[in-house]
């Protein structure tokens, strides 16, 4: 509807309009805040669970109980995992656990500490 509103995320649709602090696609009712999709550009940085960017040897806290295969036992919540290394693919960190050994995590699963 308007030519200064962004196209929908979800369908592409053009007739976006604003209602008050979102932007709503009326074609596939998918709702959004303009400042997520502003800061929502894919930069390429790595984010934790709760969207700060991490770097290589920063420390993260596993923020749910992980089973870990061929292990006794599962990976705590809680457990802090120091000096990672970010790695391409799926699992984008790569870290040594004590207890554990090496391990690759996905950030969805870490916070920084």
Known sequence: MSDELPPCP?????YT???GALMVCPECAH??????????????????????VLQ??????????????????PLK???KVKNIRLVDGDHDI?????????MKLKSSVVRKA
């Open 17 to 19: 309009y604003a209602d």
């Open 56 to 73: 290589d040897g920063d420390s993260v806290v596993v923020v749910k109980t992980l089973k870990v295969k061929g292990a006794p036992g």
């Open 10 to 14: 979800s369908c592409g649709s053009q």
């Open 94 to 102: 790569d870290c040594k656990i004590p207890g554990f050994g090496a």
């Open 77 to 79: 919540a809680g457990t």
């Open 31 to 52: 709702e959004w805040s303009a400042a997520a999709a502003a800061s929502s550009e894919d930069d390429g940085a790595v984010r934790d669970s709760v969207g700060n």
